[in-house]
T-cell receptor, first 115, second 113 residues
Framework: AQSVTQLGSHVSVSEGALVLLRCNYSSSVPPYLFWYVQYPNQGLQLLLKYTSAATLVKGINGFEAEFKKSETSFHLTKPSAHMSDAAEYFCAVTPSNQAGTALIFGKGTTLSVSS | DAGVTQSPTHLIKTRGQQVTLRCSPK?????VSWYQQALGQGPQFIFQYYEEEERQRGNFPDRFSGHQFPNYSSELNVNALLLGDSALYLCASTFGQGDQPQHFGDGTRLSIL
């Protein structure tokens, strides 16, 4: 069975500071991993995905994530936070041998950015 | 290129009633999934439809049912509504069973009184 744990339900950073949102996964088969962002009263927007190619994945809006199999982690980073990055972030996993099927989400991390 | 569209945006119902939510997938997509997102939680998978059949189902009771039409659009039906069914219901679409990610609509906010 697959599961996702997002460490830290709330992360606060200053504008211009490094953003680090943590995600650990559990999967019995090689996983596909995703980060989604959700702004208030909106659906989920895909930031980036890992599908067994390069372990360092670059996404939209300057975000990137690194797949570390030995640590079962897929942490999301951004070198310099902008006020517009304030939102809810979700890490999700799906088994690669059933890609396109159910996404298993973490509980989410709220990112606050102060000026 | 229209993305995933859902209707209605908001809905208020009372306990015991029935509700139907609708979803049109992104152009070119043939697979539709439904998720329930309770306040402050991550989305939880309800079920997925492909070729007009339910392909996969999450841990939701039979009160939750769905349908996919030949044009790939989909409906989510919930019977005998409970207060705990209050949530944001998200529809996501993708193409086939490859490594293409799921694209989400903005959801339907369902409130049960």
């Amino acid at each position: 069975a697959q599961s996702v744990t997002q460490l830290g339900s709330h992360v606060s950073v200053s504008e211009g500071a490094l953003v680090l949102l943590r995600c650990n996964y559990s999967s019995s088969v090689p996983p596909y991993l995703f980060w989604y962002v959700q702004y208030p009263n909106q659906g989920l927007q895909l930031l980036l995905k890992y599908t067994s190619a390069a372990t360092l994945v670059k996404g939209i809006n300057g975000f990137e994530a690194e797949f570390k199999k030995s640590e079962t982690s897929f942490h999301l980073t951004k070198p310099s936070a902008h006020m517009s990055d304030a939102a809810e972030y979700f890490c999700a996993v799906t088994p690669s041998n059933q890609a396109g099927t159910a996404l298993i989400f973490g509980k989410g991390t709220t990112l606050s950015v102060s000026s | 290129d229209a993305g995933v569209t859902q209707s209605p945006t908001h809905l208020i119902k009372t306990r015991g009633q029935q509700v139907t939510l609708r979803c049109s997938p992104k152009s070119g997509h043939d697979t539709v999934s439904w998720y329930q997102q309770a306040l402050g939680q991550g989305p939880q998978f309800i079920f997925q439809y492909y070729e007009e059949e339910e392909r996969q189902r999450g841990n939701f009771p039979d009160r939750f049912s769905g349908h996919q039409f030949p044009n790939y659009s989909s409906e989510l039906n919930v019977n005998a509504l409970l207060l705990g069914d209050s949530a944001l219901y998200l529809c996501a679409s993708t193409f086939g069973q490859g490594d293409q990610p799921q694209h989400f609509g903005d959801g339907t906010r369902l409130s049960i009184l």
